[in-house]
């Protein structure tokens, strides 16, 4: 185990390793001597031959050998599908990676062809708004190019961005007194947990994506470097990563704002990422400034400024954004149900690491393909919160950041197939039937209008899918989650206009596995 406190970084004898550089060249048949350029999780060497090289030297604890070589796969694969990167050279032995092992150690060298132009730089990149175009296409074709990438052997497949370091063990390399930067990072990595994957959002990704990882030819063609630390994720994150340091730039919100409307445009036009996924990309934004905070105690120790140890709060603030401005989002934004496997009509809320019963439809969940008026159904799919209801002569005001309005005696809701206003409110007296929204019953005390079959309206496809309170007698409903007052009213606290309600009959929460 590294010892933290230390730095990954400060343990290593770079004049051993200067050796180590000059003894790996030979295996590719070169005579230069190497310039040493930087050591950060690896060791870089410029070779100054014709054509000029790059050699790179990975020390095991860092990545084991079979890691580099799926690395050198999957950069060899975006080559062959026509994506800018840096040619992997094999040895003389005709291998993409070579092993050298010491005393002490094992290390994994690899040569690179120098990319071609010049690093854009991390403040740079942001100067010229076409970057954000370039980048932006670059990533699309990246992800469109690794949607399809598909290691037939065990060493080619890459680990996961929650089997990193700085992620698997983030508790034990913060140190106790970093209190904060442990509860954001716990709350950040639970919001991570809870998202659902697929193989459409899902692959293998850059992991660092900033200007230092990025030439650019006199011809304006980006080529993106340093896949070392490539690694399954959501394909989101490898645009959060340059909107992040976006903000620790001096530049106008206005300016800002432009650089990632059109960095994320760019990229749609070429990968159709939903639009769910750009909804959040602040959440991932927000677990990149907690993971390089982690990142730093883990490669140089404790994180400084002015040669005094900074907090974290400060130094989130500082790093990422010289304004003070943090990105806010309640990262638990949807809300997760299924079906109980014993009782169709009874199921379990997942939401924000906690769950609570609910009651579902009396025929159970179905597609919303096959949901009919009137046929007793919950619908699966992801719906909308939309706005609250609310019986303000009978409850306390909700709290919540979703859009509210009391109910009063003249309103309903109509669920007459035939009528302009199918599944819309209605002001009473109404001429289709309809459903009162006053009620001497509890159930509509507090009400949540869901998004669905709204927008068209579609008829007979059903109507008034609530979430509301459920009955004393706990009997299932015609198609709404009810469960008790006081979890609907803790639930809605924490939601708002982006929260979704994820109905689903196979599933408590999203699977972490990937669907191939």
């Given at each position: 185990m590294v010892v933290v406190m230390e730095g990954f970084a400060n343990q290593r004898n770079l004049e051993e390793l200067y050796d180590l550089a000059e003894s790996a060249i030979a295996l590719w048949g070169i005579s230069a001597k190497p310039q040493f350029i930087g050591a950060s999780e690896n060791i870089v060497y410029r070779i100054p031959s014709n054509p000029e090289y790059i050699l790179r030297i990975t020390e095991e604890r860092h990545r084991s050998v079979y890691n580099v070589r799926a690395e050198m796969a999957f950069m060899q694969f975006l080559a062959k599908n026509n994506l800018q990167v840096a040619g992997v050279i094999p040895s003389s032995a005709d291998n993409d990676v070579e092993e050298i092992k010491t005393a002490n150690s094992s290390y994994s060298i690899c040569m690179f062809e120098k990319a071609h132009g010049n690093i854009i730089g991390k403040d740079k990149l942001y100067n010229d708004i076409n970057n954000a175009k370039k980048l932006g296409r670059y990533l699309g074709y990246l992800h469109k190019t690794s949607a399809k990438y598909r290691p037939f052997l065990p060493w080619m497949r890459r680990f996961h961005y929650r089997d990193i370091n700085e992620i698997k063990n983030a508790l034990k390399i913060l140190p106790a007194k970093a209190k904060d930067a442990r509860v954001e990072f716990e709350k950040a990595i639970k919001w991570y947990n809870s998202l659902p994957i697929d193989k459409k959002v899902y692959g293998l990704s850059h992991m660092d994506a900033h200007g230092d990882n990025m030439f650019m030819d006199s011809n304006g063609k980006l080529t993106l470097i340093d896949f070392d630390g490539c690694a399954y994720n959501f394909f989101i994150y490898d645009l959060a990563v340059p909107l992040c340091y976006l903000n620790s730039l001096d530049l106008s919100d206005e300016y800002k704002q432009k650089f990632r409307d059109k960095l994320l445009s760019s990229y749609l036009e070429v990968y159709p990422l939903p639009q769910k996924w750009l909804d959040i990309i602040d959440g991932f934004i927000r677990l990149r400034m907690i993971e390089l905070y982690i990142w730093n105690w883990e490669m140089f120790g404790e994180p400084l400024e002015n040669n005094k140890p900074i907090h974290f709060t400060k130094w989130r603030n500082y790093k990422m954004d010289r304004t003070g401005n943090y990105p806010v989002l309640e990262l638990d934004n949807n809300i997760y149900v299924s079906a109980n496997a014993d009782d169709k009509t009874k199921g379990i809320i997942s939401f924000n690491g906690k769950k609570y019963p609910c009651l579902l439809g009396r025929s159970g969940i179905v597609s919303a393909e096959d949901k009919k008026e009137g046929d007793g159904a919950t619908p699966a799919g992801e719906w909308a919160m939309r706005r609250v209801f609310y019986r303000a002569d009978k409850i306390n005001t909700p709290k919540t950041k979703l859009p509210m309005q009391s109910i009063l005696k003249n309103i309903g809701w109509c669920d007459d197939a035939n009528c302009q206003s199918y599944n819309k409110?209605?002001?009473?007296?109404?001429?289709?039937?309809?459903?009162?929204?006053?009620?001497?019953?509890?159930?509509?005390?507090?009400?949540?209008?869901?998004?669905?079959?709204?927008?068209?309206?579609?008829?007979?496809?059903?109507?008034?899918?609530?979430?509301?309170?459920?009955?004393?007698?706990?009997?299932?409903?015609?198609?709404?989650?009810?469960?008790?007052?006081?979890?609907?009213?803790?639930?809605?606290?924490?939601?708002?206009?982006?929260?979704?309600?994820?109905?689903?009959?196979?599933?408590?929460?999203?699977?972490?596995?990937i669907k191939e």
């Open positions: 409110l209605v002001e009473l007296p109404h001429d289709g039937s309809y459903e009162k929204m006053w009620r001497n019953d509890k159930l509509y005390d507090l009400v949540v209008e869901l998004g669905y079959n709204d927008s068209p309206a579609i008829k007979n496809k059903g109507s008034a899918i609530f979430m509301h309170v459920m009955h004393p007698n706990k009997t299932p409903t015609e198609g709404c989650i009810a469960l008790n007052l006081d979890s609907l009213y803790e639930i809605i606290s924490s939601c708002n206009s982006k929260s979704m309600l994820m109905v689903n009959s196979e599933r408590s929460k999203p699977t972490n596995e």
